[in-house]
């Protein structure tokens, strides 16, 4: 089988083109969290996909790391940061790289610390950061609002893909993901960070019927399904919207979670 979080790399440009950016506010509480103003800071990026945080990153003048194990998804990162020299994209996962000791103020992960082996990724973080450095992840959650489309779309995917129902993809997202409490507590159980903060940023976001299914076809659990079965259920989710003005609102929230080497 497919290993999943690579399977994202088979859709690298659709990946970066629905996939939503990250507040300017959250940056700029990540880099205040660091003590700095950013330039000259040296960071770490676990999971770079098709460097939507890195650009934001490096945009403030950080010397950045960026790790991506998919051909792929690096390819694009690497257009996008061709005008930033701060920046290197390393083919690899954050596993298998050789994390210098002590040798960096910021490590961050956007949307991809979950897909890192937990008995690596808060020692290994921690390896690479000096003392008093930053540990930064963050996700985009979605908010969704009960409602008649809400439930038709439940319905959908309780006779298509109850799988995916019960783990919470985008749809249905009625709430924080339920590893999202775990966080925390399993940064402070580690013993390696101290100052654990959580912050939330909400946004709003529009999908017409094409740009909601292009979404989900860019998730992990929807592109791992039988074929016939995902053209099934993309065609019954195009076909609620349409039949609901053919424009759905969904209220996200990006969440993000920091802590200090100790």
């Not at 924080?176 to 159980?189: A, N």
């Amino acid at each position: 089988m497919r290993e999943q979080r690579m399977v994202f790399g088979e859709v690298a440009e659709l990946y970066d083109s629905v996939r939503a950016g990250y507040p300017a506010e959250l940056v700029d509480d990540v880099i205040s969290f660091t003590g700095t103003d950013g330039p000259g800071l040296r960071a770490v990026e676990v999971g770079a996909g098709t460097g939507k945080a890195t650009v934001s990153f490096a945009a403030r003048g950080l010397e950045i790391v960026a790790i991506e194990p998919s051909p792929d998804m690096a390819a694009v990162a690497r257009r996008h940061c061709a005008q930033f020299p701060g920046v290197r994209i390393e083919e690899t996962s954050f596993e298998d790289w050789p994390a210098p000791s002590g040798a960096f103020g910021l490590v961050y992960s956007a949307q991809a610390w979950h897909w890192v082996s937990p008995e690596v990724r808060d020692q290994k973080a921690a390896r690479a950061l000096a003392p008093g450095g930053v540990l930064a992840m963050f996700w985009h959650r979605v908010r969704w609002q009960p409602g008649p489309l809400h439930d038709e779309l439940e319905d959908l995917y309780q006779r298509l893909a109850p799988d995916l129902l019960v783990q919470k993809p985008t749809f249905p997202g009625l709430g924080p993901s339920p590893g999202d409490d775990l966080v925390m507590s399993e940064i402070r159980k580690t013993g390696l960070f101290r100052d654990e903060t959580m912050r939330v940023y909400p946004w709003p976001a529009t999908f017409t019927a094409d740009s909601y299914t292009d979404l989900l076809m860019t998730q992990s659990g929807h592109r791992m399904l039988p074929e016939e079965r995902t053209a099934e259920l993309l065609s019954g989710v195009r076909d609620i919207i349409d039949a609901h003005g053919g424009q759905i609102e969904i209220p996200h929230a990006t969440l993000l979670v920091m802590a200090r080497r100790a």
